[in-house]
Structures are given as C-alpha cells and as structure tokens.
C-alpha cells in the first residue's frame, strides 16, 4: 500500500470513530435530558422554606448586664497589662 492510500484510510478510520464518539455523546446528553424531564414530573416540587422572624433576645436582662460588666472588666486588665 502507498503512503497516500494509508493516509485516506487512516482519515477514514479517524472520521468514522469521531463520528461514533459525537453520536454516542448526543445520545448521552438526550437521554439526561429525558430523564431530568421525568424527574421533575414525578417527583412534587420542594415547599419553598419559610423564614420565620426571630425575636432578638432582650439586652436589658440581670444575665446580660452581668456579662457586660465582666466583659468590661476583663478588656481594662488586658489594656493595663501591656
């Protein structure tokens, strides 16, 4: 066989593999499709969360103002430290 007959053939060869590859792809990519497509009928569509408001702990309690208290305390022993 010559050089440019094993060229043609090897094109050949090259194309029709490419070919094969492409439609298997285009089949692949059809056949997800499909199936989202069916997913989304079957299966009921989630409830969209509702966000409820929560209420903001009140800062004025005995709890919280003992807290600030030794919060304060601890950062001025921290800022005489240095």
């Known amino acids: 066989m010559?050089?440019?007959t094993l060229m043609?053939?090897?094109l050949r060869l090259m194309g029709i593999g490419m070919g094969i590859v492409f439609?298997?792809?285009l089949l692949l990519v059809g056949i997800?499709?499909?199936v989202s497509l069916i997913a989304q009928r079957?299966?009921?569509a989630e409830p969209q969360p509702t966000l409820s408001p929560n209420p903001l702990p009140n800062a004025s309690t005995p709890e919280s103002d003992d807290l600030i208290a030794v919060i304060s305390a601890?950062?001025?022993r921290y800022r005489r430290g240095r």
Do not use: Q
């Open 2 to 4: 010559s050089e440019s």
């Open 8 to 10: 043609i053939e090897s």
């Open 23 to 25: 439609g298997f792809l």
């Open 32 to 34: 997800l499709r499909l």
């Open 42 to 44: 079957i299966a009921p």
């Open 74 to 76: 601890a950062v001025a």
